[in-house]
């Protein structure tokens, strides 16, 4: 069985310009989880959702970040604009619910220049 | 700030050495997760924890919660190159309201 797909794996992008990272979950797992993870760190999380609800958005910054899961099932993070400090490996990890393992992605590392 | 602290931040050995890693707070824990991460990719859970003084071993892992369910640590016993990785402890604390991470202990062994 698929496990968490992210893409795109790399992006590099200039300042101001926008960006968009796309998350498909394990079958059947309600609950997904968008984190950041800067170099040198533990992830951070950004926003939680069950199902199509986000139900923890309290760290992401939403000024300039978005995010959605249509149907519940698939998601995007999205950015814009993209500031230079937005460079980060981006982790999207999804479970059968809040309280059971999560598995995470391989992750979409941004570059903004 | 972080909430959890963990230490060494990195460690370098050899094949065939014992390592142990260590995650702290002041915040009680209600469950305690460890991960191991290797570069280009995410997280893997190897074991939770959740009831103070509990022991578990996965192989040659052994994971240690602190009797205050405040402290954990992980120790390694004959290290191999395929334990090289990043070592993460999450946790959850009735104030945190989520699962808050360490920044990781990085895990070099070499042949």
């Known amino acids: 069985e698929a496990g968490v797909v992210q893409s795109p794996r790399y992006k590099i992008i200039e300042k101001k310009q926008p960006v968009a990272f796309w998350c498909n979950p394990i079958?059947?797992?309600?609950?997904l989880y968008w984190y950041l993870q800067n170099l040198g760190q533990g992830p951070e999380l950004l926003i939680r959702?069950?199902?199509?609800?986000?139900?923890?958005d309290s760290q992401l910054p939403k000024d300039r970040f978005s995010a959605e899961r249509l149907k519940g099932v698939d998601s995007t993070l999205k950015i814009q604009p993209a500031e230079l400090g937005d460079s980060a490996v981006y982790l999207c990890?999804?479970?059968?619910?809040?309280?059971?393992?999560?598995?995470f992605g391989q992750g979409t590392r941004l570059t903004v220049v | 700030t972080q909430l959890l602290e963990q230490s060494p931040q990195f460690l370098s050995i050899q094949e065939g050495e014992n390592l142990t890693v260590y995650c702290n707070s002041s915040?009680?824990?209600?469950?305690l997760q460890w991960y191991r991460q290797e570069p280009g990719e995410g997280p893997v859970l190897l074991v939770t924890?959740?009831?103070?003084?509990e022991v578990k071993k996965l192989k040659r892992l052994t994971f240690q919660f602190g009797d205050a369910r405040k402290d954990s640590s992980l120790h390694i016993t004959a290290a191999q190159p395929g334990d090289t990785g990043l070592y993460l402890c999450?946790?959850?604390?009735?104030?945190?309201?989520?699962?808050?991470f360490g920044a990781g202990t990085q895990v070099v062994v070499t042949p």
């Open positions: 999450a946790g959850e604390a009735d104030s945190w309201g989520k699962l808050q």
């Open positions: 959702y069950e199902n199509e609800e986000a139900v923890d």
């Open positions: 915040s009680v824990f209600s469950s």
């Open positions: 079958s059947g797992h309600n609950t």
């Open positions: 924890v959740v009831t103070g003084g």
């Open positions: 990890a999804s479970s059968l619910n809040q309280n059971t393992e999560a598995f």
